[in-house]
């Protein structure tokens, strides 16, 4: 099994999750493509690691969404708008096993019994959790809104400067007058 000391998010990531090794150490369990991986690296801090290199971080990130979709828990969170990469939690982001899916992969769900739910997901992958079909969906759309409620907030009108042909001079000076313009 590949192990990997480093990882960075990426339109192909469809899910990361914790996983120990057999001595107890916590790894990220990635499915990217169509191939999985151990990552050694907590999974929320690939999540932090791949927010902080787009000038954000997972503490923001989760202030963000909260602040769009109201005290939600176990809010999702966007990682990279321009590719499309919005995560949602299936527990408690501080538990090991939480699941963290990425939205643009979640193809179709399926009960199975009272608390299993069966996620169908890009490049043939299914994963088996212990929750309700409704409750998984309602997470779900929750990432949905914040994707829609952030993709309209971006869409703002575009802003051009012209500049003047005509500058201004500042002085800098001592005393109560510090500056003068010429």
Known sequence: MEVRTDYILNEETVLLTGEYNMNGKLYARVIQGEDTFLVDMKP?????????GLGSNFKTGR?????LLGNVSM???KVNCHLGIWLFPTKSYNDDFCIWFSLMHVKNTKALGIRRTE??????????????????NQKRKKAEELREK?????????????????????????????????
């Open 63 to 67: 202030k963000s969404a909260r602040r």
């Open 119 to 136: 996620v169908e997901l890009s490049y043939g992958h299914k994963v088996v959790i212990q929750m309700k079909e409704s409750s998984f």
């Open 150 to 182: 952030m993709t309209k907030n971006s869409k703002g009108s575009l802003t051009f400067f012209v500049e003047s042909k005509k500058g201004i001079k500042l002085i800098e000076g001592e005393g109560v007058k510090r500056y003068t313009l010429k």
């Open 44 to 52: 929320l801090n690939i999540i932090n690691e791949t927010m902080i």
């Open 75 to 77: 809010c999702p969170i």
